[in-house]
């Protein structure tokens, strides 16, 4: 879409526009001084679908959807730049999305269009996979954590959770297909009582979630509660036979509990609702079982980072196309002395929700840097990935001590990658910290990637994806799985992204992801996470 820059002094005709635009890749059109279209390409009678005869003299606004005028007309007024999405309206009435560029060639605008409808579709439908719940048709857990963060913060709000009672069992004696149908009967009762007053989501399994819009009082959410399990009490029929559901809910509040931690408390009441008689409970700190082992193991890892009892292995990465090593993740174990090896998912969510996620990190990215320097001084030059929590980032000191460390083990910031989960960019303000990070020359990587649209990412300095391996698991046998996969790459490439594929276990995946243009991939099939010497030795054997 790059208009050719013309030479100092010289004057274009409207002859000389006609040529330009005739060789462009995209739709174009020149403009006079009031707007009015003068010419136009053979692509630009294609995009609009009218010959151009018919074009000429019209206004290139009055082409346009009337929502996205006022956006276009301010790009045109002043007669450069580029704009997103804008869609033009044909006769027949469908519509082709677009990205503008001006380009002023005095007297005339030269308006390059690129159509980029494929591109939306695919984006919605990544967007309706990610968003919302397959059986149901329902948004998701994911859909409803953007819409408690997209709240308010000054005025109330309260989430219901509710959980179906003996759901297993009901699964169990008439059989996942019978389960599914009760389901989307229970959500369409579900729809009735709270549908016009709140948000309804479908949870995981058999959990559902009403999100109440800001100035809703605890008293109101209680009264939504009694009619919930009031219209469940009445049968469901699944082929033909009568099928009795309850049900317990659970309550939070915010401000009451903070909008990140709304999700969390509502599901400690829940459990707590099933143990109560009256089937519903609003969340309070007796809700929460922080276990005595908890906290004594938190004890320890705050120990551990202290004393060392902490050690990382790394998995690599390796380019599809060429078969080298392109970089390496590295992972943290630990090794507890009563309790020998803890995985990580014991350990790093409540590091999360104490603040050792803040020491535990540092550490693991002094340990990573110091690896990388003896690599590199053996010869060996690859990226190292370190991940990262949403809550370090939140820390203002954070890019300070990444750049402090880069410096003290004398690695170059550009084989540093951070690693980002998605749901960070959706929860959490991370534009400033990472625009930080990239400028000091870090790589910015998502992790977890296939959930959102990439209108996530717009404004984030990010330089690469992962794509999730839950996707990249079930691409052999799930459609919509192989569908976001080969999206995710299109569109990933479309935006300038390295594209990787994590969790990759067989060659077949392997061969598909190589097929569909994926970059990279890591994985059991390519390696087993590895300590820093087994890697050198692993490398060295590549070799």
């Known amino acids: ?43 630009a009678e294609v995009l609009v679908a009218s010959p151009l005869s018919a074009l000429i003299g ?9 929502a996205d005028r006022d956006v276009a007309l301010l790009l045109l007024r002043k007669s450069e730049g580029f704009v997103r999405n804008i869609r033009i309206q044909r006769k027949d009435g469908s519509l082709v999305w677009t990205d503008l560029m001006a380009t002023r060639a005095d007297p005339y605008l030269v308006v390059v269009v690129r159509d980029v409808t494929e591109q939306k579709r695919l984006e919605e439908t990544i967007h309706r996979m990610a968003c919302y719940d397959d059986l149901t048709g329902l948004p998701n857990q994911r859909f409803l954590i953007e819409q408690i963060n ?33 389901l989307e009967q229970i959500a369409s009762r579900l729809k009735e009582v709270v549908e016009k007053s709140a948000l309804l989501a479908r949870l995981e399994g058999d959990r559902f979630a009403a999100l109440f819009p800001e100035g809703t009082e605890a008293e109101d959410a209680v009264q939504v509660a009694k009619a919930i399990l009031s219209s469940l009490e009445t049968s469901f029929s699944v082929e033909g036979l009568p099928v009795w559901v309850r049900a317990s809910i659970g309550i939070s509040l915010f401000p009451e509990q903070a909008g990140g931690a709304l999700l969390r408390c509502a599901d400690l009441a829940l459990h707590a609702a099933k143990k109560s008689a009256v089937g519903y409970v609003l969340y309070s700190p007796a809700c929460d079982p922080q276990t005595p082992l908890q906290l004594e ?30 970089g390496v993740e590295a992972l943290v174990r630990w090794q507890h002395p009563q309790y020998e090896l803890i995985p990580p998912s014991e350990f790093l969510l409540p590091a999360e929700q104490t603040g050792l996620i803040h020491p535990l990190t540092l550490w693991v990215l002094k340990r990573a840097l110091g690896d990388c320097q003896a690599w590199h001084q053996a010869g060996v030059k690859i990226n190292i990935a370190v991940n990262l929590s949403p809550r370090n980032l939140q820390d ?19 084989f540093l990658e951070l690693e980002i989960p998605e749901r960070g960019l959706r929860e959490y303000r991370l534009l400033e910290p990472l625009a930080r990070l990239s400028k000091i020359g870090v790589k910015i990587v998502i992790d977890d990637f296939g959930y959102s649209v990439f209108g996530t990412l717009r404004g984030f300095p990010v330089d690469q994806i992962k794509i999730d391996k839950v996707f990249i698991n079930d691409m052999a046998v799930d459609y919509d799985s192989a569908v976001v996969a080969r999206s995710t790459i299109e569109l990933g490439h479309t935006f300038h992204l390295s594209v990787v594929a994590e969790g990759v276990e067989d060659r077949e995946t392997m061969d598909r992801l190589t ?27 590549r070799a």
């Open 150 to 182: 997209a709240l308010a913060e000054s005025r109330p709000h309260v989430l219901l959770v509710i959980g179906l009672d003996r759901f297993k069992e009901i699964n169990a004696a008439f059989g996942r297909r019978c389960g599914d149908l009760l």
């Open 297 to 326: 193991l938190m004890g320890d890892l705050a120990r551990a980072i202290e004393t060392d009892q902490l050690f990382l292995v790394y998995q690599p990465k390796i380019d599809l196309k060429t078969g080298q090593v392109v």
């Open 396 to 414: 203002p000191k954070f890019p300070d001590d990444v750049a402090h460390l880069l410096s003290e083990h004398g690695v170059a910031a550009s």
């Open 515 to 541: 097929d569909l243009g994926c970059d990279a991939a890591q994985g059991y099939h390519l390696s087993e996470p590895l300590s820093a010497e087994a890697l050198a030795q692993w490398l060295r054997e």
């Open 58 to 66: 019209q206004r290139l606004s009055d082409l346009l959807h009337p």
């Open 1 to 43: 879409m790059k208009v050719s820059e013309r030479e100092p002094g010289d004057q274009p005709d409207q002859t000389r526009c006609e040529r330009l635009v005739a060789y462009m890749l995209d739709a174009a059109f020149v403009l006079d001084q009031q707007g009015k279209i003068v010419h136009g390409n053979k692509l």
